[in-house]
């Protein structure tokens, strides 16, 4: 969807055209960072109005996806170190979020534990470093890209992805042993 | 330099993990309710420009914050944010009604110090070769907590003033409102400055803040009090 006239002319987005079309980005992306609920909405309509604080998005380096994100992101820094708090997927939510035709509930309960497991990694990293995984890892996005939105050069963003990669298996694996050791396999109670 | 393949693209990545990043990067994590959220926005910036500078509305728990941080002054404490309880603070004067405020002190580090706009770029890491080093924190206070500090002062003085002296508070609020711009407590100068008004008669200029200001920050701690001081109707 486009607004209206020059506001939404490829080189230049107004605020409402920004929102109108890549809102539900910076909410997934919100969401993939942690957050949930009111804090999604609150950090969605932080970023814009700080996007139109800057008067728009002119087209340059970054795209708008990538440009909204390094707001996005400054916004959720802001708001973790207020809440302090872990806001990761719980167990339930993550199996809703596993469509039930896809497979069979030993495998369903498997792969809900594993998005659950994933969440909790990424809740584990700081902020900046889990928003270049994200970035990358789950929005497609290129280091080039993020470079070019965070204002930083390339080199800083392999680095930064390298050592998030790097947090982020350490805490996957260490949460895979300690699932592992506490919960007993599902197969067997399911099946007779 | 080229790109790293991505974990859910390579094929040493646990079967499980890439199946999960997989599915995570197609699916939102959420429904997001864009026509909702776009009026809530639209509101937000097409909200009548107010007589003196600040923010543009914000989120309610983000103005929810500021408003415990002017809880904080008003107890006294710029500082010590370490213990939660909460105080009953009543209004010294006869021309306000008392008004209960829920303070609460929070952890420091749960206090939003700078507006988002404001914060520093981050700092360049130089590429390590693989060695994960812990980010150092300077405990040095920055520029933009200088300034918080500052403004929480101010406001501490703004609120001390408000009681005996509403002119004064006024010519201070308007003041704050210049030299902090761009602050985080720009809601509780206005809701004093809408007070001070009310207090000195100028119930037009009061009531015509007061609605300024409900409609840029419908859900904004100090609404109720300003509709009392105000008179302006609950909806």
Known sequence: MQADGAASSPDYLDAEALFRQHARFVAGFVGRLGFRGQDVDDIVQETFLIAHQRGGYRAGVARPTTWLAEIAMRVSMAQWRKRRRTSVLADTEAWDAVPSEQAGPQDRMDQAQTIALVHKALDSMAMDRRAVFVLFELEGETCDAIASAFGIPVGTVYSRLHTARKEFMKAYQRLTAARARSVPPLRGRLEP | ?235
């Not at chain 2, 926005?41 to 500021?66: E, K, M």
């Not at chain 2, 761009?182 to 509780?188: A, D, H, I, P, T």
Request: glycine letters at 8%; one cysteine or more.
């Open chain 2, 1 to 235: 330099m080229t790109d790293p393949m991505r974990l859910l693209d390579d094929p040493e990545t646990p079967d499980a993990l890439r199946k999960a990043l997989g599915h995570l990067a197609s699916t939102p994590p959420e429904p997001y309710d864009v026509a909702a959220g776009l009026s809530r926005f639209q509101r937000a910036i097409h909200a009548p420009p107010s007589t003196c500078p600040g923010p543009p509305a914000s989120s309610s728990s983000l103005a929810r914050v500021v408003g415990l941080g002017a809880g904080v002054v008003v107890a006294g404490v710029v500082v010590a944010f370490t213990a939660t309880r909460p105080v009953q603070v009543g209004q010294p004067t006869v021309a306000q009604p008392a008004i209960s405020i829920p303070v609460v002190l929070p952890d420091r580090s749960a206090v939003p110090l700078v507006d988002v706009t404001d914060l520093p770029e981050l700092p360049p890491e130089r590429p390590s070769a693989g060695v994960a080093r812990p980010a150092a924190r300077s405990s040095e206070p920055s520029a933009a907590e200088e300034l918080y500090r500052e403004e929480m002062l101010h406001l501490a003085n703004l609120r001390r003033v408000a009681g005996a002296n509403p002119a004064e508070a006024l010519r201070l609020a308007q003041e704050g409102h210049e030299r902090f711009a761009r602050g985080m407590l720009y809601q509780e100068r206005e809701a004093i400055a809408i007070g001070a008004l009310s207090r000195l008669g100028r119930k037009g200029e009061a009531k015509a803040r007061g609605e300024q200001f409900l409609t840029r920050f419908p859900r904004s701690p100090y609404a109720d009090q300003i509709r009392v001081q105000a008179g302006i109707a609950s909806h």
